[in-house]
């Protein structure tokens, strides 16, 4: 029997959170939740690096912070960004230097959710923490605020991000 393109690519997905999940709870067995938490939080930021520049190469996009790209690009990366691990995010440029990014579906905070510990992970603080260090890859001046949270029980997350000029 075989497998479907799209059993794997669920398979796929599965071991994403799986590796994720698996690792973390062995880093908080040895080392504690904090240090775990804090050991995870720089792994997701250079995970994060690395992926979008893997992204940027594989879409012919330039990622120069000396001549940052335009709000629909960075929309567009963050988008295939959030796409890679099941998390659905859409991005709505306001003008040159405003985008609301808006995330109705996030594969993590429902992992997090179907675990128990929802309550015990920053979730606003994991993506706040990552998602701008991702973002000032791209430029700099690049800034990220929270509207809307999942954890906080609203719909939806949802972020402003601005162009500091």
Known sequence: MEMSGEEM???????ITA???LWFLAAERKL???TALELDMDVWKNYGTVMLKRVARSMDIETDPE???DMDTVGTLVEVLCAIDGTVCKTRVIDEDNAVMTVPHCAWWENLSRAGRQDLVPCEEVDNNTFIHW?????PSLEFEITHSLPRGNDRCEWIIRRAR
């Open 9 to 15: 690519e669920k398979l796929r997905m599965g071991a």
């Open 67 to 69: 001549d940052p790209p």
């Open 32 to 34: 504690g939740f904090e």
């Open 135 to 139: 973002l000032k890859e791209l430029d």
């Open 19 to 21: 590796i994720d999940g």
